[in-house]
């Protein structure tokens, strides 16, 4: 635990899992991949057989008539009645499913038999509302355990659900009810975030003035303030409709191929985009991958994924993944610095938690508050760590490996996108060994390659354009509305592969690093240099807790590195440290990748799903106006910066 960080972050250092994780890990050989790459049809089918319940069996594995796949053809099953029914009618009834923890404080536990009855009298109070098979449901709530249930709700009468983050405008709600011309919309009367309440029905209202396909909408109540506004013949109070009706409900089969729900990103550019999911193929593959890369045991682990249910991360590890296999889960409402900057180590401890999924911008939000937060609690239960959103750096890698994990613990670094609708390159915890930053290797039945612009894979090593070379069970089926678009995005740029968008390289042994979305890497004096490196390197100087970087036109090297930079509490900004930081990156990467400009901040601007928004910071390098503020999660900070920076960011040299 007290292991000087040096030695940790030494140049090539590896972590095998811990003996005693190892000892009782679900995979221990290569057994699982061996069989994949026998037969990676034959793989998935036996995946779908072992961890699903079927109605009925498919006729065949795969369609492919690229780029339209269909999985487990002709198959039949409930999504709902895999999450639900099966564990209770197995015995577990009373196994806890979600442990819920309020903002406020307040708690619940929910176990799998009242998931079961609360999901079934949603469900018939939606049918009620005229909901019926194909249709779409919107769902724009906080964090509370009725959000998972609207969700399965859904799936169990064959509607499609389109969960919105809660913490997105009237106008965005507008466009994705529009966009998916929802029917009902549920929702509920705020929600709490830091202590406030967040208006959700006003501004669901303000939504609704525009959107003539909603009919109904359901709101339940969770702030309890006064004056919610109710419009007659339209609105309907949660608990006015939904506990009248019965517990029980026929979860009907549906087709493999029926659309589960529809999840909108925003992408860089352009409107957002419907990513279409379906039932039998998403299904498996989350169940898949949440079992063997979180080393599921449903006896005894407690599993907690920090993400909204609002991302694909809380749709496929929170809600699916888990429930398909009967996990107890931590579901938390609120902010992690709420009343205070331990509360996520006070839920840890409290349920005793032994899976953690969070993001590298949490951790290197935690990594600037020190360490005297995790401190404070025993999180002795934990026994395995995950990352997902963005590459996390080494330093944060270890500073995860070392604080919250106490060095007992494996990480599991997950890449995926929405699109991808589960994990596709990860370790599996008790097999593979890690290397901090590195996603390392495509899990079982994933075939990845990295190519250069031209197409060809560039080998090992080597550094390239992420694709993905084969179809995969939880594979988008499309773009809601837009075939074209589909194709355009995704399968154009390489001809036959999926294009990711995210940069990757082979190192020498053979592993993968991800290294940002494409769009994002600089050129400098002709080289490709990865801002995630180049922010990897700033992270590891023990003054910076954040940083992210961007390619400013420069007349002679084409691009210069220009930084901004959070530091770690307990440092201060100054010239030396500038000069120490642009040395630090030169001896790390290499004099090329050396910033020609440093700017120390309070904050970057991120998307509300905790990305960092590189585009912008690139309007503010360039003195150009901003660009589309509008998925920040506070566009407040990103003129803090170029305020900032129009004083005080003079070049280097
Ligand atoms: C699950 C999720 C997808 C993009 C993806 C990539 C980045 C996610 C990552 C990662 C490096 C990881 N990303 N996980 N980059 N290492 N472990 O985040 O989905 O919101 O659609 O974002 O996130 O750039 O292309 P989504």
Redesign the pocket.
Known sequence: MAEPLEALLEEGRTFPPPPEFAARALVRDRGLYERADADPEGFWAHQAAELLHWDRRWDRVLDWDLPFARWFVGGRLNVAYNCLDRHVEAGHGDQVAYLWEGEPGDRRRITYAELLAEVCRLANALRGLGVGRGDRVAIYMGMVPELPVAMLACARIGAAHSVVFGGFTADSLRDRINDAEASVLITCDGAWRRGNVVPLKEIADAAMAATPTVRHCLVLRRTGQDGVPMTEGRDRWWHDVVPDHPATCAAEPMDAEQLLFLLY?SGTTGRPKGIMHTTGGYLTQVAFTHRYVFDLHPETDVYWCTADCG???GHSYIVYGPLANRATSVMYEGSPDYPDKDRFWAIVERYGVTILYT??TAIRTFMKWGTEYPERHDLSSLRLLG??????NPEAWVWYWQHIGGGRCPIV????????GAIM??PLPGLTVCKPGS?THPLPGIAVDVVDDGGRSVGVPGGGYLVLTRPWPSMLRGIWGDPQRYHDTYWSRFEGRYF???GAKWDADGYLW?L??VDDIMLVSGHNIST?EVESALVDHPAVAEAAVVGKTDPITGQAVSAFVILRSGYEASDELVAELREHVARLIGPIARPKTVLFTEDLPKTR?G?IMRRLLRDVAEDHALGDTTTLADPAVVEQIKARYLTTAADEE
């Not at 990352?387 to 996390?392: F, T």
């Not at 670094?413 to 991808?420: F, K, L």
């Open positions: 990103t991302w694909v991360t993001a590298p990352s997902v959103g963005e590459p996390i670094d997950t890449w995926w996108q929405t699109e991808t390159i990860s996603a990711a968008g995210d991800l940002g979305r995630t799903s990305k």
